[in-house]
DNA sequence: ATATTATTAGAGTATATACTCTAGGCAGTC
DNA sequence: GACTGCCTAGAGTATATACTCTAATAATAT
């Protein structure tokens, strides 16, 4: 692999781990075993190196979220945007982690994550609308679709922060794939109100699936 | 007023404007015009005043949030709790904003977040029920009322950052307090499906108050 | 083979950051 | 006036961090 791509792949890993704050480009270089000058050579600085992250991430959540124009949407489809979703969050879960940090050092990064958040919204209400076509919600006015849609964005992309902030330290810190799926089930929940008859049973049976499984220890207990 | 409580106030503020990560115990002592040495007998590190200031914040908060037991709920208490709650974000605002790194950072911090989180889910959950009893809202089973005081925790403490990430770098970077409680409009989005027919109207007039006046140029455009 | 270009090492630097240390001032009290 | 306890100044320090510079090596083209 070209050393770039390695950079690229390491940093997105430390990233992950300790988070963007913890990371240095000295601790990339050296994760690698190569020299800061090398690092330097393929990246101008470390905003550069997470502005490449970026356009990955963007990339692969675009490619997901493209939603076919020429037929309805199933529940599998559903099934499959919700899981696409949270497996990229997982992937660059360091990027919402420092977001404004990040958007307030790189106005290139700022500008083309608005852009991104507004394709993601975009995406999400055209799904609301390709689901009450296909019977599976009740069609809703328009600006009650917007609202939806960005409650929605704010639970799927900020599920991760809140699991992250519930977990005891002692507890093994690391966030599993599975619980962070349990993202799905507070999705869901949102659309509860708006199933129709037809649907419901599906959809609830659906959602069943990612109940998370022990009473959790940050739920509410009163 | 006492050293002490000048530096809690004055890293307050000035990590409310610059975020926490750009605010140095340097910054904060040459901004009181008092010397480091000055800043370090009063507080041991920029831990302690960070924890000090989440002591008074969930102070507030828990304040607001003491639902009477000797009385049903009125649309007016919805409305306070709302308003309340995000009077208490913004003015620490900064917390959210780093707040994984801050728990990474401090054990007792973390410890204290995640009862307080506790404490507010629970207290939501409380609300939601009182309102049900009220008449405001259609009763709901146990699990669902959990998963749905969730999601509004989800909505509500992470609004502020999405509006940060919405607005354009050249648009004024400082984020209006009218601005923030669109948040409002948010949260009442979700109650939408649940409301009695008795009170649909004058909670969708409540919620029409907040609703965010000019076309968002961060909505969906599709 | 030679010239050119791409890549890499590694020492080094300017700046920042959290925090320490010593000396001293100031208010009250005996 | 001297003692005591609280508070403050301000110079200083160890460490970290993002990044630079020069020289050398590998790869490729001619």
Redesign the interface.
């Known amino acids: 692999m070209k050393t770039r791509d390695k950079i690229l792949l390491a940093s997105l890993e430390l990233f992950n781990e300790r ?1 963007e ?1 913890n990371v240095t480009t000295n601790h990339i270089a050296a994760h690698l075993a190569i020299s800061p000058g090398n690092l330097y050579y393929h990246f101008r600085n470390k905003s550069d190196i997470i502005y490449e992250i970026f356009l990955e991430y963007q990339k692969l959540v675009d490619y997901y979220l493209d939603i076919p124009r020429d037929r309805s949407l199933t529940l599998g489809d559903l099934t499959f945007y919700l899981e696409s979703v949270f497996d990229g969050l997982w992937s660059y879960r360091f990027f919402h ?5 990040l ?2 050092s790189d ?1 290139r990064l ?2 083309d ?2 852009e991104f ?2 394709r993601c ?2 995406a ?3 799904i609301f609308g390709k689901m009450s076509d296909a019977g599976i919600i009740e069609p809703q006015p328009e600006d ?1 679709r ?6 929605l ?3 799927i ?3 991760m ?2 699991l ?3 977990h ?2 002692d507890e093994p810190a690391s966030l599993s794939l599975t619980e962070l799926k349990q993202g799905i ?2 999705a869901l ?2 659309e ?3 199933l129709t008859t037809g649907y419901r049973d599906q959809v609830m049976a659906l959602r069943e699936k990612y109940r998370p499984s022990l009473p959790e220890s ?5």
Chains 1, 2 share one sequence.
């Open positions: 988070g704050r982690r420092d977001l404004e940090y958007l307030d106005t700022r500008k994550y608005r958040t507004n919204l975009a999400i209400s055209q009650l917007s609202a939806m849609s960005l409650n964005w704010l639970v992309t900020n599920w922060a809140f992250k902030t519930a005891a330290v089930y507070q929940t949102l509860i109100p708006y940050s739920g509410p207990t009163v």
